[in-house]
């Protein structure tokens, strides 16, 4: 039986919706409390089985890659002061034994393009692909997971679906799901009339390798790019794909307001400062 190892991670964005943040600094870089949202989705990738994360990235955005590398100058003063929890955080942000490949997306030509530049790494596996400035939250089994364990079962590709209020359709790719979870339809950015369901595409992904082939061929499409959504719809017609219906947490951190949510929420969940914090939201309510 075929495991999945490989996790693409486009992150090649200009990040557009959260300018200023976003001018000199990439969005995948903003911290959620302390940890920046690459590093979550490296780790939501980890605690799903996954050793292999392909970053697909731009040649403005190095600091994605530092963040995984060793910094030695940093590393020698923590361990000189004996500064060993603070060591350890500098140096585990990558999970151990996990190796990051970065591949460039010269051109922002869509989110299809950038998964297509994973192919010379990916080549004949089958692979995940998290979206990362979304970040999802599931207190057992996170989202990835959830379409590893989908796929350990039905060894065919699994997107990960959450209903969203009938009017936010627009916003996202939106799939039909038949009453065996087989998806029979993707459409991206819909209007509301055109919408199979109101089940949208969160931003995990399980594919076939077949994939690959179906993004070469692949025309513009919706905002003039490589759509992933239309790549999906013709596979649909070659390969039964599965839509796993996430009960957890999602978060859209492109998003300014969705952002800030979740920060509130990763705020009161944490170990340390949670407890403090929730007291700080709550004496900050009386005025
Ligand atoms: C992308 C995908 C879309 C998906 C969304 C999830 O859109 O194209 O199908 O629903 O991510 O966040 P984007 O948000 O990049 O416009």
């Given at each position: 039986?075929?495991?999945?190892?490989?996790?693409?991670?486009?992150?090649?964005?200009?990040?557009?919706?959260?300018?200023?943040?976003?001018?000199?600094?990439?969005?995948?870089?903003?911290?959620?409390?302390?940890?920046?949202?690459?590093?979550?989705?490296?780790?939501?990738?980890?605690?799903?089985?996954?050793?292999?994360?392909?970053?697909?990235?731009?040649?403005?955005?190095?600091?994605?890659?530092?963040?995984?590398?060793?910094?030695?100058?940093?590393?020698?003063?923590?361990?000189?002061?004996?500064?060993?929890?603070?060591?350890?955080?500098?140096?585990?942000?990558?999970?151990?034994?996990?190796?990051?490949?970065?591949?460039?997306?010269?051109?922002?030509?869509?989110?299809?393009?950038?998964?297509?530049?994973?192919?010379?790494?990916?080549?004949?596996?089958?692979?995940?692909?998290?979206?990362?400035?979304?970040i999802c939250y599931h207190r057992q089994r996170?989202?990835?997971?959830q379409l590893v364990a989908d796929f350990a079962?039905?060894?065919?590709?699994?997107?990960?679906?959450?209903?969203?209020?009938?009017?936010?359709?627009?916003?996202?790719?939106?799939?039909?799901?038949?009453?065996?979870?087989?998806?029979?339809?993707?459409?991206?950015?819909?209007?509301?009339?055109?919408?199979?369901?109101?089940?949208?595409?969160?931003?995990?992904?399980?594919?076939?390798?077949?994939?690959?082939?179906?993004?070469?061929?692949?025309?513009?499409?919706?905002?003039?790019?490589?759509?992933?959504?239309d790549a999906m719809h013709a596979l649909l017609?070659?390969?039964?794909?599965?839509?796993?219906?996430?009960?957890?947490?999602?978060?859209?951190?492109?998003?300014?307001?969705?952002?800030?949510?979740?920060?509130?929420?990763?705020?009161?969940?944490?170990?340390?400062?949670?407890?403090?914090?929730?007291?700080?939201?709550?004496?900050?309510?009386?005025?």
């Open positions: 039986m075929m495991s999945v190892n490989f996790a693409v991670i486009p992150a090649a964005g200009l990040g557009t919706r959260f300018l200023p943040a976003t001018k000199a600094m990439p969005k995948e870089m903003l911290t959620l409390v302390d940890k920046p949202l690459i590093q979550y989705v490296v780790e939501e990738a980890y605690e799903a089985g996954i050793d292999t994360v392909v970053l697909v990235t731009h040649a403005a955005k190095p600091s994605l890659e530092n963040h995984f590398d060793r910094q030695f100058e940093l590393e020698t003063e923590l361990e000189l002061k004996n500064k060993l929890t603070l060591l350890g955080l500098a140096r585990n942000t990558l999970p151990q034994g996990m190796k990051l490949v970065s591949v460039r997306q010269g051109k922002a030509l869509g989110l299809g393009h950038a998964v297509a530049c994973a192919a010379p790494v990916v080549q004949d596996n089958s692979f995940a692909v998290l979206l990362p400035d979304v996170n989202a990835t997971a079962h039905h060894q065919v590709s699994s997107i990960a679906l959450q209903a969203v209020e009938p009017s936010a359709v627009t916003k996202y790719g939106i799939a039909g799901l038949n009453h065996n979870s087989e998806i029979t339809q993707l459409i991206e950015k819909p209007n509301i009339e055109q919408a199979p369901s109101n089940l949208a595409v969160l931003g995990r992904y399980l594919f076939t390798p077949s994939i690959f082939a179906e993004l070469a061929q692949t025309q513009r499409g919706v905002g003039g790019e490589i759509q992933l959504t017609n070659k390969e039964t794909m599965r839509g796993v219906v996430f009960d957890g947490e999602v978060h859209d951190c492109g998003d300014k307001l969705g952002y800030l949510a979740a920060t509130l929420t990763f705020a009161k969940r944490h170990p340390e400062l949670g407890e403090a914090f929730s007291q700080l939201i709550s004496s900050m309510n009386k005025y």
